[in-house]
């Protein structure tokens, strides 16, 4: 039986996600969180004065964040969690309206390597930023926009022009998936449009990255609610539950650290991807602000852990012989910790131990992942960073279906099991 506590602690995290229909939306809600704990925004762009006791966050291109903590005592290491704020969606092109048989469609292409079919049939919507003119080039105003209504469509062929349907299909984002975003004669302007929703005058607007997003609800499903199903679960439910065990925590010996990168779904290589020198850049700019020298800097790094959270396949009811023989996790049976012998994910004996010590003393269970021998998998974000900032590093998630579907499905216990683990790693001493 689910317990109380542990679904209310789905139903909020379900909320989160609902707020964040893009990257840009997650991290300003995590930025509201932190605020509202008593972190202080710093900036990439300004000095830092860091000071003991007090706690910290930093933005890259407000889709990327680093938050941190700094004990009163001397510390001797860093605890890190990394997750990431992205997930597969379709990026509208610039200048993207399409006329023709009588109606406007929308110039798309993939964001990420994602399941086509769950986006026919189903309603969308618009969601991301806008960028507005300034005094200055280099300060352009940023403006969050989602269109908060049922507003475009992918439609399906029909069975009848297309008796092949039901078999292998392939498709041509570019032929077949453009969603319509209007069914009358007379051009829509996209831009115009998000404006009007937004209050923002056409005439400011200088840039925008603006895509999909699927407008179905977080909600309970099973006899007991005991699973959860919503868009974005990979990678935002580890990124909510990430955020609590760190903001719920206390470490007086180390300075523990949260971390979101923008851009895992399509190889984190950008200035704000886990791919970046953002995380090496802060950890330095700590250790500079703190009086701490370069030498110093070295060896922190080498007696620190890093726990990269990106959610896992759980074993799959219809398709049980897409799982490994023995390593099969389950929906709400605990975090999955990752392995692949060609480091995809960076999970080793070392780390793994060290991770499961820390879920045992939180008195969370812990399952086993690695794909089939015969089935290559995806990687991740642990590394990826490891080729920036080396450290023993432990690849985790939480069990889900449907991974890269626009609608997922996953274990409404785990996220409580995730918060105890996470928190618990957070206050390793």
Sequence with gaps: MITEEERTQAREMLSFIGRSPSCFHAVKNISNVLVQHGFHEISEETGWNLEKGKSYFVKRNNSSLIAFTVPEDEFKRFLISSCHSDSPSFKIKENPEIEGSGCVR????????????????????????????????????????????????????????????????????????????????????????????????????????????NRDKGTFLGSDGEMIGSPRLDDLECAY??????????????????????????????????????LEDVLKRICLSLGRSQEDYYTLVAGSFMVSADNGHAEHPNFSSSADPVNKPRLNAGPVIKFNASQ??????????????????????????????????????????????????????????????????????????????????????
């Excluded at 390597?113 to 960028?131: E, I, K, N």
């Excluded at 498709?171 to 007379?186: F, H, K, T």
């Excluded at 269970?365 to 590394?383: A, E, F, M, W």
Aim: include cysteine; charge should be negative; charged fraction near 20%.
């Design 344 to 429: 995809k994910y960076t999970t080793d004996g070392i780390s793994s131990g060290m991770f499961t010590q820390v879920c045992k003393k939180a008195g969370v269970p812990v399952q086993t992942y690695t794909n089939r021998s015969d089935i290559q998998g995806g990687s991740t974000l642990g590394n990826i960073s490891n080729a920036h900032v080396s450290l023993k590093t432990v690849d985790v998630g939480l069990p889900q279906w449907a991974m890269h579907s626009p609608y997922e499905t996953a274990g409404s216990r785990d996220v409580s099991l995730m918060i105890r683990a996470m928190k618990s790693f957070f206050e390793t001493v």
């Design 106 to 213: 929308l110039n798309i292409e993939k964001y990420g390597g994602m399941l086509c079919a769950p986006w026919f049939d189903r309603p969308l919507s618009v969601a991301g930023r806008l960028l507005l003119k300034s005094d200055s080039p280099f300060s352009l105003e940023e403006k969050l926009v989602c269109v908060d209504r049922d507003l475009l469509v992918i439609p399906s062929l029909a069975i009848h022009m297309n008796r092949d349907a039901n078999s292998e299909k392939k498709y041509n984002v570019q032929n077949d998936m453009l969603p319509v975003l209007s069914a009358g004669e007379e051009k829509t302007g996209l831009v115009d449009l998000v404006c009007r929703e937004c209050n923002v005058d056409k005439s400011e607007v200088v840039g925008a990255d603006l895509f999909l997003y």
């Design 241 to 278: 539950t990430t955020l609590q065990g760190f903001i719920d925590s206390e470490n007086n010996q180390s300075i523990i650290m949260y971390c979101i990168f923008d851009n895992e779904e399509v190889g984190s290589l950008s200035r704000q991807g886990a791919d970046s020198t953002f």
